[in-house]
């Protein structure tokens, strides 16, 4: 089992920058795929970006490619999503997730954080 503890959100303005950190407990990090995933008042969750146990796999939205990077220091039992060029519809909890199998999609992860607000200003 891993638990999961987010940081890093915050407060910024349209076209800014945040580090989101995921810091997993356990000494098995390296044997679980890790996600992010975000919500937004009223709207459904969406599985943002994956990456697999030893970073050779990675998944992003279409919503956010080419804007985020999903990256994992296993030394560090930490998984990050480094997040450029932020818009107002970014705005939500963002959750990171793991589970030992790689998935693209949110309910293959069986492992969560509780989240951390992102607030996008325009």
């Known amino acids: 089992q891993v638990q999961l503890v987010e940081s890093g959100g915050g407060l910024v303005q349209a076209g800014g920058s945040l580090r989101l950190s995921c810091a997993a407990s356990?000494?098995?990090?390296?044997?679980?795929?890790m996600g992010w995933s975000r919500q937004a008042p009223g709207k459904e969750r969406e599985f943002v970006a994956a990456?697999?146990?030893?970073?050779?796999?990675?998944y992003y939205a279409d919503s956010v490619k080419g804007r985020f990077t999903i990256s994992r220091d296993n030394a560090k039992n930490t998984v990050y999503l480094e997040m450029n060029s932020l818009k107002p519809e970014d705005t939500a909890v963002y959750y990171c997730a793991a589970d030992p199998l790689y998935g693209t999609t949110w309910s293959q992860y069986n492992y969560w954080g509780q989240g951390t607000q992102v607030t996008v200003s325009s």
């Open positions: 990456i697999s146990w030893r970073g050779g796999r990675t």
């Open positions: 356990g000494r098995t990090f390296s044997s679980y795929a």
